[in-house]
């Protein structure tokens, strides 16, 4: 698993705390766990969808042994919902997500965040919400410049 991974790893990890998220299946998305057909219960899939090194330092004003890169990463989570239930609580759950990602961000990184229109996916044959959002980071160290 990447770094890049890792940071939005910690922002689903706080959304899973949110008592209103608790009946949400997180997966990865292209992982090896397969999402169910017909789509039974809210399922969200995370993936990266693309990630940049923004640019790489060696000190700042902070402090002169601090050296590191920084990073911007897309970030979409797609939240699908049950078969048979006419989508019946999927633009709360999104809602719920999105205002969520305030208290779930505690290091400060996530930005650029939005929910899209409802859409339709043919593979699943259910329909889905993508939460999008940006993080940006630095993979940074203290040590000898």
């Known amino acids: 698993m990447t770094q890049i991974n890792e940071q939005a790893d910690g922002i689903v990890l706080g959304l899973k705390e949110i008592p209103a998220l608790s009946g949400v299946r997180f997966v990865r998305e ?3 766990e397969p999402i169910e057909t017909p789509v039974s219960g809210f399922i969200a899939a995370v993936g990266v969808n693309s990630a ?3 640019s790489a330092f060696i000190g ?3 402090t ?3 050296k590191g890169e920084m990073y911007s990463a897309a970030v979409e989570i797609r939240l699908y919902s049950p078969n048979g239930g006419n989508g019946s609580g999927l633009s709360e759950l ?3 997500m999105l205002a ?3 208290t779930a961000d ?3 990184i996530v930005s650029d965040a939005s929910v899209s229109s409802i859409e339709f996916d043919t593979e699943l044959n259910t329909i889905f919400r993508r939460i999008g959002f940006r993080l940006e980071f630095c993979l940074c160290e203290e040590g000898p410049v």
Do not use: I, Q, W
């Open 30 to 32: 292209y992982s090896a």
């Open 64 to 66: 002169s042994s601090l």
């Open 94 to 96: 999104a809602g719920e």
């Open 100 to 102: 969520g990602l305030k």
């Open 52 to 54: 940049e090194r923004k």
């Open 60 to 62: 700042d004003d902070a």
């Open 106 to 108: 505690t290091a400060g």
